[in-house]
């Protein structure tokens, strides 16, 4: 029997991906969550039917997220992630020579899920540098103290409770919790097909921040592919230590050129 899962990407548009396999199936408190194997990408997580990652590409949106920032700032110690519960951009966080790493998950069920199918995203959680809270990542950056290098939104699309993490009150939050110069970046969603998703997340940090920074990568599974992701900061964003890490996607001339296409560019336009 061929079972297929797929993601609406938009009302006339669906990627289907045949499971070889269901690992899991079930709902937590706040999604539905499926994890399948893919004989062409491995094993995928899906929440309420849309694709968040799969053993095949997932490093391509962990390595961007991750390393644009660190590698922006000289000596990172201290980082947020707010999402993030299957643990891959923890992992390319700590490849960087960092004190602490706090992890806000508001969804424990991802994180167990993880822990026991996608071992090479969820072995970061054993490191001795993660603080993992399970909570409301909107509600942590409203009350703490705590001041941070960097901090990471690794959400899903900014509907539903998601949508308080792309606003200007967040990022007004965000900023206060950054050290001098600090780095908030967040994954902004699909250029091509879902264009305010984007626009929300620039115009709403360039009314907080100095300095706004647009990256785009090829996320095969993702809706069209291109994928972008927004940094924001006080300082201006830019490589300040050299590549001394593996990766497989990230590279240099990628952090430094910024190249992104023009319609991106002309959306952006104020």
């Avoid at 590279?251 to 104020?270: R, S, T, Y």
């Amino acid at each position: 029997m061929k079972i297929w899962f797929g993601e609406n990407q938009t009302n006339d548009v669906r990627l289907m991906v045949k499971a070889s396999s269901v690992l899991f199936s079930g709902k937590s408190k706040y999604q539905k969550i499926d994890i399948i194997e893919n004989p062409t990408y491995g094993k995928i997580l899906f929440l309420d039917g849309t694709f968040q990652l799969t053993e095949r590409d997932e490093y391509i949106y962990h390595e961007m997220l991750a390393h644009i920032p660190l590698f922006s700032i000289s000596k990172p110690e201290e980082v947020l992630i707010i999402g993030g519960g299957d643990g891959g951009l923890a992992r390319e966080c700590l490849k960087h020579n960092i004190k602490k790493l706090k992890l806000v998950e508001i969804d424990e069920m991802v994180v167990e899920l993880s822990k026991r199918y996608l071992p090479s995203l969820s072995s970061s959680f054993s490191d001795k540098r993660m603080d993992l809270l399970i909570g409301d990542g909107a509600e942590f950056i409203s009350k703490t103290k705590e001041k941070f290098d960097v901090i990471l939104i690794d959400s899903t699309d900014p509907v539903g409770p998601a949508r308080a993490l792309f606003t200007e009150e967040f990022y007004r939050n965000v900023k206060m919790a950054l050290k001098n110069g600090g780095i908030v970046g967040s994954q902004t969603g699909s250029p091509f097909l879902f264009p305010e998703h984007i626009k929300n997340a620039y115009f709403n940090m360039k009314r907080v921040f100095k300095y706004v920074y647009v990256y785009v990568a090829t996320v095969p599974t993702y809706p069209s592919s291109i994928w972008s992701f927004t940094f924001a900061s006080d300082a201006e964003i830019k490589r300040r230590r050299e590549i001394d890490i593996k990766t497989s996607y990230y590279n240099e001339k990628m952090h430094d050129c910024n190249v992104i296409p023009q319609f991106v560019i002309d959306m952006l336009k104020d």
